[in-house]
């Protein structure tokens, strides 16, 4: 399999056998059962990434479509469990083939629904404990399978999103809770990462990557113990990951490709550069928990880093998960221009300079290009269904 190749589809780990030399023939209400119950998974996880849109617009003091008074208090948490976590979890079960393994999306995203409803904000918080623990227990049966590097480093990805639950339900703020949410996203890609191009990372990739995500891990511990030293160690390991990773990525390889290949190559290595910015932030200014500096590490994390992989990989995952072709078209390119540039108005001119202006309009722009590319990805998705005559 050639680097670009190794790139762009994922390895037997991560997709489930859905070739016609995997499975069975199966009738089409048959197959229409699971890709429908998939997408009833997936949909809780689109409600809270609307609902923490929504929550995006009222912190930056916008005109919202909905005002809830709750919605700012668990933005984050919503777009990081409640979103990105229902999303890998249902893609990790997939993969597990188990139906127990559904729990943990189904758990995650009746959580993130809970918490925009006007039941107490606790009992999300459990179901969400609740969702991150099953998560776990996926990993822990994907490596009984396959005692794979992937498999353990995505695992205390999954670990360190229960952890902060975990302390969420308990009572610490969530700016503190902001290195936990963290290692979850950047575990868990930099695993993925490794399952799908480690030809080109080389034989000794998994142990190393093992190793730095142990660095990780201590840092991020060590930054809740104690928050002035423990950061900057927090911020060293995350560097250390990020060029470590950016390093022996094939994407640096496949920049120079054209189409597809070429779309995931730049998206992934936009969001390399951003989460190096964050783990300067931590190394130079220490603790980030409130003002301009924990803005500018949550959004270079969580937009700059997780959306864009997010939008780099959409063309390859969910066409595992849902059964539906996700054509790539060129017009995928302007969310994730879109993306990168009002990040950059947002933090450099607005949070660095301190134009308010530049920050406000940033933040309304980084909706937009997610909302944008949402929009381009059903719409492909749609066509593509249509054209072949599948049953959307």
Same mark, same amino acid.
């Given at each position: 399999?050639?680097?670009?190749?190794?790139?762009?589809?994922?390895?037997?780990?991560?997709?489930?056998?859905?070739?016609?030399?995997?499975?069975?023939?199966?009738?089409?209400?048959?197959?229409?059962?699971?890709?429908?119950?998939?997408?009833?998974?997936?949909?809780?996880?689109?409600?809270?990434?609307?609902?923490?849109?929504?929550?995006?617009?009222?912190?930056?003091?916008?005109?919202?479509?909905?005002?809830?008074?709750?919605?700012?208090?668990?933005?984050?948490?919503?777009?990081?469990?409640?979103?990105?976590?229902?999303?890998?979890?249902?893609?990790?079960?997939?993969?597990?083939?188990?139906?127990?393994?559904?729990?943990?999306?189904?758990?995650?995203?009746?959580?993130?629904?809970?918490?925009?409803?006007?039941?107490?904000?606790?009992?999300?918080?459990?179901?969400?404990?609740?969702?991150?623990?099953?998560?776990?227990?996926?990993?822990? &049966?994907?490596?009984?399978?396959?005692?794979?590097? $992937?498999? /353990?480093?995505? #695992?205390? %990805?999954? *670990? =360190?999103? @229960?952890? !902060?639950?975990?302390?969420?339900?308990?009572?610490?703020?969530?700016?503190?809770?902001?290195?936990?949410?963290?290692?979850?996203?950047?575990?868990?890609?930099?695993?993925?990462?490794?399952?799908?191009?480690?030809?080109?990372?080389?034989?000794?990739?998994?142990?190393?990557?093992?190793?730095?995500? &142990?660095?990780?891990?201590?840092?991020?511990?060590? $930054?809740? /113990?104690?928050? #002035?030293? %423990?950061? *900057? =160690?927090? @911020?060293? !390991?995350?560097?250390?990951?990020?060029?470590?990773?950016?390093?022996?990525?094939?994407?640096?390889?496949?920049?120079?490709?054209?189409?597809?290949?070429?779309?995931?190559?730049?998206?992934?290595?936009?969001?390399?550069?951003?989460?190096?910015?964050?783990?300067?932030?931590?190394?130079?200014?220490?603790?980030?928990?409130?003002?301009?500096?924990?803005? $500018?590490?949550?959004?270079?994390?969580?937009?700059?880093?997780?959306?864009?992989?997010?939008?780099?990989?959409?063309?390859?995952?969910?066409?595992?998960?849902?059964?539906?072709?996700?054509?790539?078209?060129?017009?995928?390119?302007?969310?994730?221009?879109?993306?990168?540039?009002?990040?950059?108005?947002?933090?450099?001119?607005?949070?660095?300079?301190?134009?308010?202006?530049?920050?406000?309009?940033?933040?309304?722009?980084?909706?937009? $290009?997610?909302?944008?590319?949402?929009?381009?990805?059903?719409?492909?998705?749609?066509?593509?269904?249509?054209?072949?005559?599948?049953?959307?």
């Amino acid at each position: 399999m050639s680097e670009a190749l190794a790139a762009a589809v994922p390895t037997a780990a991560t997709a489930p056998p859905d070739g016609p030399a995997a499975r069975p023939a199966i009738s089409p209400g048959a197959a229409r059962r699971p890709v429908a119950g998939r997408l009833a998974l997936l949909l809780p996880g689109g409600v809270a990434l609307l609902a923490g849109l929504d929550a995006a617009l009222i912190l930056l003091d916008l005109p919202a479509p909905v005002r809830l008074d709750r919605l700012p208090q668990v933005h984050g948490v919503l777009l990081v469990l409640g979103f990105v976590g229902t999303l890998v979890a249902l893609e990790r079960a997939v993969a597990l083939r188990r139906p127990a393994g559904f729990l943990a999306p189904a758990l995650l995203g009746l959580g993130g629904l809970l918490l925009i409803t006007p039941l107490p904000l606790q009992l999300g918080q459990t179901v969400q404990v609740l969702g991150a623990a099953a998560f776990v227990g996926v990993y822990v &049966a994907l490596w009984r399978r396959q005692r794979d590097d $992937a498999v /353990l480093v995505q #695992a205390l %990805g999954a *670990a =360190l999103a @229960g952890g !902060a639950a975990i302390l969420w339900l308990g009572g610490v703020p969530v700016p503190l809770l902001l290195p936990w949410l963290v290692g979850f996203v950047v575990l868990t890609i930099g695993g993925e990462r490794l399952e799908l191009a480690r030809l080109a990372m080389g034989p000794g990739a998994g142990t190393t990557l093992v190793l730095l995500a &142990a660095g990780l891990l201590g840092g991020i511990v060590a $930054a809740l /113990l104690w928050p #002035a030293a %423990g950061t *900057a =160690l927090l @911020g060293t !390991a995350l560097l250390a990951l990020v060029g470590w990773l950016a390093a022996h990525d094939v994407a640096r390889r496949t920049i120079r490709a054209r189409g597809l290949t070429r779309f995931m190559a730049g998206c992934m290595l936009a969001g390399y550069v951003w989460l190096g910015v964050a783990g300067a932030i931590w190394l130079v200014g220490g603790p980030a928990t409130t003002g301009v500096r924990y803005d $500018a590490v949550v959004h270079a994390v969580f937009l700059g880093f997780t959306i864009s992989m997010i939008m780099a990989h959409a063309p390859v995952i969910l066409p595992a998960v849902l059964r539906r072709p996700l054509p790539y078209t060129p017009a995928l390119v302007a969310p994730a221009v879109l993306l990168h540039g009002s990040l950059a108005l947002r933090l450099w001119a607005g949070d660095a300079l301190g134009h308010e202006a530049a920050w406000r309009w940033g933040g309304v722009l980084n909706i937009a $290009a997610v909302v944008l590319f949402v929009a381009l990805a059903v719409g492909s998705v749609l066509l593509a269904a249509r054209r072949v005559g599948a049953p959307r």
